[in-house]
């Protein structure tokens, strides 16, 4: 059964860089048929897509963040990061992980997250 | 961005009652709407991809439909398990973007 966990800091000072790492375990991150992503949720509000990458290294960036962040992968550790530099409190929220199931062709559509990870909290403060 | 509006944002509801959470996308995204289940505490689960196909596990008495502009995700007998926050999630367009959920309380 694939889970994944996210791990990193819970306290970042403004200004500074987010660093967060999700482990996957019970199946391999070098799968062709999936992307991996990254979710926030800010406290009180909605669910926000960050980004994803694919084994290969090729990544999306949702553009209202895409000059912060950076989400990198690393198939021998069977993991994936991400970096948001430059946060504020704006950026305290529960950072998630997760497996993206996307296709975007003429005759196939999908765009899910699952399984995901439990979440960490990332708090911006001095 | 596709913006989706899911309403209401919280209800209150009997165990056993039929309950039913809206979602309306902000321009036609055909069938490509998942729906997902978030426990406090919990990782969010999908229980529903391309507006109705259930997931595998995934109890009977949860349902989706919809196509177009207009979805409704559907609980037929609402049980204590229940007890969730529950988003809509579009996938017509990047980037993937969510409702703000509906928040389901036993009462």
């Known amino acids: 059964q694939l889970q994944l966990q996210a791990s990193g800091p819970g306290l970042v000072k403004p200004s500074e860089t987010l660093s967060l790492t999700c482990t996957v375990s019970?199946?391999?991150?070098?799968?062709?048929?999936?992307?991996w992503g990254w979710i926030r949720q800010p406290p009180g509000k909605g669910l926000e897509c960050i980004g994803s990458i694919y084994y290969s290294g090729s990544t999306y960036y949702n553009p209202s963040l895409k000059s912060r962040v950076t989400i990198s992968v690393d198939t021998s550790k069977n993991q994936f990061s991400l970096k948001l530099s430059s946060v504020t409190a704006a950026d305290t929220a529960v950072y998630y992980c997760?497996?993206?199931?996307?296709?975007?062709?003429?005759?196939?559509?999908?765009?899910?997250?699952?399984?995901w990870g439990q979440g960490t909290l990332v708090t911006v403060s001095s | 961005d596709i913006q989706m509006t899911q309403s209401p944002s919280s209800l209150s509801a009997s165990v056993g009652d039929r309950v039913t959470i809206t979602c309306q996308a902000s321009?036609?995204?055909?069938?490509?709407l998942n729906w997902y289940q978030h426990k406090a505490g919990k990782a969010p689960k999908l229980l529903i991809h391309d507006a109705s196909n259930l997931e595998t596990g995934v109890p009977s008495r949860f349902s989706g439909s919809g196509s177009g502009t207009d979805f409704t995700f559907t609980i037929s007998s609402l049980q204590p398990e229940d007890n969730a926050t529950y988003y809509c999630q579009q996938f017509d367009n990047l980037p993937l973007t969510f409702g703000g959920g509906t928040q389901v309380e036993i009462k």
């Open positions: 321009e036609d995204i055909s069938n490509y």
């Open positions: 997760a497996r993206l199931y996307y296709h975007d062709s003429s005759v196939y559509r999908a765009g899910w997250f699952d399984p």
């Open positions: 019970g199946g391999s991150i070098s799968s062709r048929s999936y992307y």
